[in-house]
């Protein structure tokens, strides 16, 4: 998400790759989304039981999707009604990082266990079709003149749509309470707002307004990389912010669960990542490996948190 975290990210060792044919097989998995269904955590999850299935990984799974204050209304809920249970993983990210420390919730990821870190991605600036600015500088014209009057729909308070948009304000000498930023609990409430034109603006992670840009019904202004992802849509950076964020996403057990339940929940996941379907699926969803397991992924989630905090301090968001 910052500096701290692409350092960390390029720092981080993954366990190695184990053969394509998966070994590890579970009769039942309960996947729990603490965001509503259509964002980026849902999609993960989705994409895991495609090619868990695939694999013949999984006998059932199900979902159950919990919405809102960036995961932490279902956080307490996977806690309470799924510890000590060795099949069930929950999806949560670096958006949750930042919703703990920004709504002082009493449960966070520290209470939950840290199995694998699957994928990042950049984020990307948009606004709706019919919005009379045409490119980043438009929208940084806007924000220079009047931030409170430029409302951005995004993901949920503190995550890593709302620290992008506190970066950029930051970034062009304002300040970054003046946002006028709307949070929603998914992607799929986020987008219906840019499309209705109810904000003038949006950030999210690409995938998840991939289709609606594709369409034409999104415009994209500038992504968050630290390179362009798309050769037709400049970076901020090189639109003169230096500012450069990223999203990660893994999933987690509930807390009490024993040794041997954690070692063949990370074993399932370290499969999946290794599988040729996994690699396809991340290409066409435009998501970037991040794969981390076991004690390398607990080390780097714990400094994630302190950076996170540090940053949001600073731009008084929390």
Do not use: C
């Not at 053969?19 to 993960?44: C, E, Y």
């Not at 920004?102 to 449960?107: E, G, I, K, L, Y």
């Not at 339940?261 to 999946?272: D, H, K, P, V």
Request: aromatic share 6%.
């Amino acid at each position: 998400m910052i500096p701290t975290r692409r350092a960390l990210l390029g720092a981080s060792l993954a366990l190695p790759a184990l053969p394509a044919a998966a070994q590890t097989r579970l009769n039942t998995l309960h996947m729990f989304i603490p965001a509503g269904p259509g964002g980026g955590w849902d999609g993960l999850g989705r994409a895991i039981e495609q090619v868990a299935r695939g694999a013949n990984m999984v006998g059932t799974m199900q979902f159950e999707n919990v919405g809102g204050a960036g995961g932490t209304v279902g956080l307490p809920r996977f806690v309470s009604q799924r510890r000590g249970r060795g099949d069930a993983l929950m999806v949560a990210g670096s958006v949750m990082v930042g919703a703990v420390l920004t709504n002082r919730a009493p449960v966070g990821l520290k209470d939950v266990v840290p199995i694998a870190r699957m994928t990042q991605e950049v984020g990307v600036v948009v606004v709706p079709a019919s919005s009379d600015i045409q490119d980043i500088a438009g929208l940084l014209a806007a924000f220079r003149a009047n931030p409170g009057g430029v409302a951005v729909a995004g993901g949920s308070a503190g995550g890593t749509d709302h620290i992008t948009l506190g970066l950029i304000l930051k970034a062009l000498g304002r300040n970054a309470r003046e946002a006028s930023y709307v949070a929603f609990a998914g992607g799929g409430p986020a987008q219906a707002a840019i499309l209705g034109a109810q904000v003038r603006a949006g950030i999210s992670g690409y995938s998840e307004f991939a289709e609606q840009i594709k369409a034409g019904r999104m415009r994209a202004l500038a992504t968050t990389g630290e390179t362009r992802s798309d050769p037709a849509i400049p970076t901020l950076k090189e639109s003169g912010l230096d500012v450069v964020t990223a999203n990660w996403r893994g999933v987690f057990a509930p807390p009490g669960i024993r040794p041997e339940a954690r070692e063949t929940l990370t074993r399932f996941m370290t499969e999946i990542h290794a599988l040729p379907a996994w690699r396809d699926l991340l290409q066409t969803r435009g998501w970037d490996d991040a794969f981390l397991a076991g004690a390398d992924f607990e080390r780097y989630l714990q400094a994630d948190i302190a950076a996170t905090e540090t940053v949001l301090k600073e731009l008084g968001l929390a």
